[in-house]
């Protein structure tokens, strides 16, 4: 659960008109207009966007769309910064969602209108959605096989701190926009921290920029220890390696199709990243209902995320990616089943089947921005990341639209949540498994099913600077 869902439940205030008793209220539902305005209940939050803007009654439908608005944006900026990351870098895209996010939301902060506030925070999710699918590619592109499992599952353990820690900052600020402002603020050092961050050199052999990277190689051995040879990391070198992987046309989503084993991969990892999502938000909306309050079920899931991490980490080292997507899923899956089984006297039970399967469905999420990254080729990797993203949010956006299915039969929800895991589960299988392989860096690459040839291996620069 992020900010939105916080944000959301801050939205559901009791209100009350002018002459109305809370009694009367609580034994008839329907409300009045009333010509000296509302009186809310302020016992939780003490502003909230329905209070400021009287978001109630025939208007109640308006707080809803904030967060409908909000992930249309996160699916538009998958797409857009998927594609122009790997046109322009990830570093400059980075940079521009980093201030992006800062601006757009101190805006939201400072919106003096519903329409405002609506506008800025849909150009959030845009920008948000950018560092969310650039960081963790970036990361991996200047790694070896040997340390990506651990900074994969170490920067996945940053959000979880934030996620347990925005249950501690959204219960001491109550007010709406000063929560939003002190979410917003560690942008700055975010952005400040883009000075030490290179630009990928995998990527800039690939756009044949040979000088630049020839340039962040050396800085990065000097700053390893790693002594550089003359031949090993000579401007030569790496031009004959840049020659083999230079990319004329320029990125597109159409790319992901073209070939076999790209399709393969793109059509599997949609069904993937779609089955996660929706399992996900769909475990997420479970364990709402368990009698929490907001702030307690905050941070129950970052409590849950915890020893997800270490179950990735061991898994996938050791079992391998495709062995733990499959498994993780599996295990969501299976918690959903069983519950169904549970009668209403077993809640211990079924409680506790709830926060396994949560943490399950956190374990796979983390594990499919690794695999997944893993998967496609240098030339394609943001754009791959932004299709399985787009896709991944629809997930998360049908989920909360299958709970409406218990009005057919109670069950229906957790079946449908179960059964699309369990499908996603089956799918991962039929991906190939990146464990101790190289990156791929050209669509040639995956195409062969291989990493690059035993040639280009002895003279990547960067396995040179790695080992």
């Known amino acids: 659960m992020g900010f939105e869902e916080l944000l959301e439940q801050a939205l559901l205030n009791t209100t009350l008109g002018e002459g109305q008793s809370r009694g009367k209220l609580e034994d008839e539902p329907a409300t009045v207009p009333c010509s000296q305005g509302w009186?809310?209940?302020?016992?939780?939050?003490?502003?909230?966007?329905?209070?400021?803007?009287?978001?109630?009654?025939?208007q109640k439908g308006l707080n809803k769309a904030v967060s409908t608005f909000f992930f249309t944006g996160v699916l538009v900026g998958a797409v857009a910064f998927g594609y122009l990351s790997d046109r322009f870098g990830r570093r400059r895209l980075l940079l521009v969602a980093y201030v992006s996010?800062?601006?757009?939301?101190?805006?939201?902060?400072?919106?003096?209108?519903?329409?405002?506030?609506?506008?800025?925070?849909?150009?959030?999710?845009?920008?948000?959605?950018?560092?969310?699918i650039i960081v963790m590619p970036l990361e991996l592109e200047w790694l070896d096989v040997e340390h990506r499992t651990v900074a994969g599952v170490l920067s996945s353990t940053f959000w979880t701190g934030g996620v347990m820690l925005l249950a501690l900052?959204?219960?001491?600020?109550?007010?709406?926009?000063?929560?939003?402002?002190?979410?917003?603020?560690?942008?700055?050092?975010?952005?400040?921290?883009?000075?030490?961050?290179?630009?990928?050199?995998?990527?800039?052999?690939?756009?044949?920029?040979?000088?630049?990277?020839?340039?962040?190689?050396?800085?990065?051995?000097?700053?390893?220890?790693?002594?550089?040879?003359?031949?090993?990391?000579?401007?030569?070198?790496v031009s004959k390696v840049a020659a083999g992987e230079r990319v004329v046309r320029r990125p597109s989503y159409l790319d992901l199709f073209r070939t076999r084993q790209l399709r393969h991969i793109s059509l599997c990892c949609m069904v993937v990243w779609f089955g996660v999502n929706f399992s996900y938000y769909g475990l997420s909306l479970d364990v709402s209902g368990l009698g929490l309050n907001t702030y307690q079920t905050q941070?129950?899931?970052?409590?849950?995320?915890?020893?997800?991490?270490?179950?990735?980490?061991?898994?996938?080292?050791?079992?391998?990616?495709?062995?733990?997507?499959?498994?993780?899923?599996?295990?969501?899956?299976?918690?959903?089943g069983t519950r169904l089984l549970m009668s209403s006297d077993m809640k211990s039970w079924s409680t506790a089947l709830a926060v396994m399967g949560k943490?399950?469905?956190?374990?796979?999420?983390?594990?499919?921005y690794l695999f997944t990254s893993e998967l496609y080729p240098t030339v394609l990797r943001q754009t791959g990341m932004g299709l399985t993203a787009l896709v991944g949010r629809l997930g998360g956006s049908l989920a909360p639209l299958a709970a409406l299915l218990d009005g057919v039969w109670l069950s229906l929800p957790k079946l449908?949540?179960?059964?699309i895991a369990l499908l996603a589960a089956c799918t991962a299988l039929l991906l190939p498994e990146t464990r101790q392989a190289q990156l791929p860096e050209t669509i040639q690459d995956v195409e062969r099913k291989r990493a690059p040839t035993s040639l280009q291996e002895e003279e990547m620069p960067m396995k040179q600077v790695q080992n």
Not at 39 to 58: G, K, N, P, Q
Not at 190 to 218: D, K, M, N
Not at 305 to 321: C, F, I, Q
């Open 299 to 336: 941070l129950l899931f970052g409590v849950v995320e915890l020893p997800s991490k270490l179950l990735v980490y061991l898994s996938v080292r050791h079992a391998g990616r495709r062995l733990t997507q499959a498994g993780t899923l599996l295990g969501a899956g299976l918690a959903l």
């Open 39 to 58: 009186e809310y209940d302020r016992s939780e939050f003490s502003s909230t966007i329905a209070t400021e803007w009287d978001l109630v009654c025939e």
């Open 359 to 368: 943490g399950f469905s956190e374990a796979a999420f983390t594990t499919a």
């Open 101 to 132: 996010t800062l601006v757009l939301s101190l805006a939201s902060a400072a919106s003096v209108s519903y329409v405002m506030f609506a506008i800025t925070r849909t150009l959030t999710g845009s920008a948000l959605a950018g560092f969310t």
């Open 416 to 419: 449908a949540y179960g059964g």
């Open 169 to 237: 900052v959204g219960y001491l600020i109550r007010d709406w926009r000063w929560l939003l402002l002190a979410v917003t603020l560690p942008c700055a050092p975010g952005i400040l921290s883009l000075w030490w961050v290179p630009e990928s050199a995998r990527w800039l052999l690939t756009q044949g920029r040979v000088e630049e990277a020839h340039r962040y190689l050396l800085h990065c051995a000097r700053l390893n220890g790693r002594p550089v040879g003359e031949d090993s990391l000579s401007q030569e070198a």
